[in-house]
T-cell receptor
Framework: DSGVTQTPKHLITATGQRVTLRCSPRSGDLSVYWYQQSLDQGLQFLIHYYNGEERAKGNILERFSAQQFPDLHSELNLSSLELGDSALYFCASGTRGPGDTQYFGPGTRLTVL | GQNIDQPTEMTATEGAIVQINCTYQ??????LFWYQQHAGEAPTFLSY????GLEEKGRFSSFLSRSKGYSYLLLKELQMKDSASYLCAVRRSGGSYIPTFGRGTSLIVHP
């Protein structure tokens, strides 16, 4: 158990819908990273927040957005969902931001039908 | 950008030793990570190398040669539970500090 929690564990929805994934980092960690993992793409970095501020963006679609709240939990919002958005979404946390080892949560499996 | 290459799949026998290689090309280097990921589960941190040489941690060791752009993960006394995907991730210096992950090596340990 990494200490990072993610909810929900599974999510099934339809195309065109919007969902919110939630992540709580390890106690004391200020950084939250979001990743998408699909069978054909591997682990793809989406976005990084540090102490409430966006620090880096990766291959994140405009339909996706995220935020980190004052209590340091983070939410990833996915809208206008498409079949290709079906994937495992992982959140990871770390202590200092740049140069951190990342500890991953259990992930949310999103299925878009 | 970065290119990270790992074998797609490897098989080994329980009790044996296996070496999983990772080669990378990057403009600037600031650390290499190895993660273990069982199917459908979260990646779990195994090791971090930033200087050349071997880091040993129980049955697992990781080696880095920065001049060759090369790392390997060595697993000794293989157990069935070591069947998993092993991800190599490289972090660049300057610019983005977010590690880029390779596609992973699926290791199958058989009796």
């Amino acid at each position: 158990d990494s200490g990072v929690t993610q909810t929900p564990k599974h999510l099934i929805t339809a195309t065109g819908q919007r969902v919110t994934l939630r992540c709580s980092p390890r106690s004391g960690d200020l950084s939250v990273y979001w990743y998408q993992q699909s069978l054909d793409q591997g682990l793809q970095f989406l976005i990084h927040y540090y102490n409430g501020e966006e620090r880096a963006k990766g291959n994140i679609l405009e339909r996706f957005s995220a935020q980190q709240f004052p209590d340091l939990h983070s939410e990833l919002n996915l809208s206008s969902l498409e079949l290709g958005d079906s994937a495992l979404y992982f959140c990871a946390s770390g202590t200092r931001g740049p140069g951190d080892t990342q500890y991953f949560g259990p992930g949310t499996r999103l299925t878009v039908l | 950008g970065q290119n990270i290459d790992q074998p797609t799949e490897m098989t080994a026998t329980e009790g044996a030793i296996v070496q999983i290689n990772c080669t990378y090309q990057t403009s600037g280097f600031n650390g290499l990570f190895w993660y273990q990921q069982h199917a459908g589960e979260a990646p779990t941190f195994l090791s971090y190398n930033v200087l050349d040489g071997l880091e040993e941690k129980g049955r697992f060791s990781s080696f880095l040669s920065r001049s060759k752009g090369y790392s390997y993960l060595l697993l000794k006394e293989l157990q069935m539970k070591d069947s998993a995907s092993y991800l190599c991730a490289v972090r660049r210096s300057g610019g983005s500090y977010i590690p880029t992950f390779g596609r992973g090596t699926s290791l199958i340990v058989h009796p």
